[in-house]
């Protein structure tokens, strides 16, 4: 069964330090997402791509965060510098369209669990 | 006042009770609701989803939604100790690049 691989599953890092999360979503999704669950929240989005364009990423603190998705395909988020705050897991999924349409079915990965200390 | 609101638990229930797990929302613009369901150290998955108002029955899942209390339900009937996980209520607009919004989730715990 196709999964969405997420590396690294666990990363601890100092805070001020650079740190990058890689998604691969399965095959010929063209919706990609990355989200932040803080524990005991729900998933929060950071930023959404259709193939290789932003759609959303209202939500990115840009001053910090960044997203690419070069070919269309695996994507990879960034934080510079990172900060106790940013402690959460980092969730990547990627969608299929319901099949009512008009929404979508997310497909999540197991996550990146960060540690700023 | 956040879009969608969920009653965090935990909720402990013993083996073969029924579970309803809650969700309310403020946007008029949601269409799609769904559940999905989160084990620990896992993604999320999609259990089932509902368009508009209704219900809609999968197995030992049946998912309600009334939309003009703006408000929606999970019930899990004979539950197992499998079923314990995080709930997490889900819901979009429809079209276009809608976001999902996501509740905060419901920790259930089914005890044998």
């Known amino acids: 069964e196709a999964e969405v691989a997420q590396s690294p599953r666990y990363k601890i890092t100092e805070k001020s330090q650079a740190v990058a999360f890689w998604c691969d979503p399965i095959?010929?999704?063209?919706?990609l997402y990355w989200y932040r669950q803080i524990l005991g929240q729900g998933p929060e989005l950071l930023v959404q791509?259709?193939?290789?364009?932003?759609?959303?990423d209202s939500q990115l603190p840009k001053d910090r965060f960044s997203a690419e998705r070069l070919k269309g395909v695996d994507s990879t988020l960034k934080i510079q510098p990172a900060e106790l705050g940013d402690s959460a897991m980092y969730l990547c999924?990627?969608?299929?369209?319901?099949?009512?349409?008009?929404?979508?079915?997310?497909?999540f990965g197991p996550g990146t669990r960060l540690t700023v200390t | 006042q956040k879009e969608v609101e969920q009653d965090p638990g935990p909720l402990s229930v013993p083996e073969g009770a029924i579970v309803s797990l809650n969700c309310t929302y403020s946007?008029?613009?949601?269409?799609?609701f769904m559940w999905y369901r989160q084990y620990s150290r896992k993604g999320p998955e999609l259990l089932m989803y509902t368009y508009s108002s209704g219900n809609k029955e999968d197995g030992r899942f049946t998912a309600q939604v009334d939309k003009s209390s703006k408000y929606i339900s999970l019930f899990i009937r004979d539950s197992q100790p499998s079923d314990s996980a995080t709930y997490l209520c889900a819901m979009s607009a429809s079209g276009g690049y809608q976001k999902v919004t996501f509740g905060t989730g419901t920790k259930l715990q089914v005890i044998p």
């Open positions: 791509f259709q193939d290789e364009s932003v759609v959303d």
């Open positions: 946007n008029s613009a949601f269409q799609y």
């Open positions: 095959s010929g999704h063209a919706t």
């Open positions: 999924a990627s969608s299929v369209p319901l099949q009512r349409g008009g929404s979508y079915e997310q497909y």
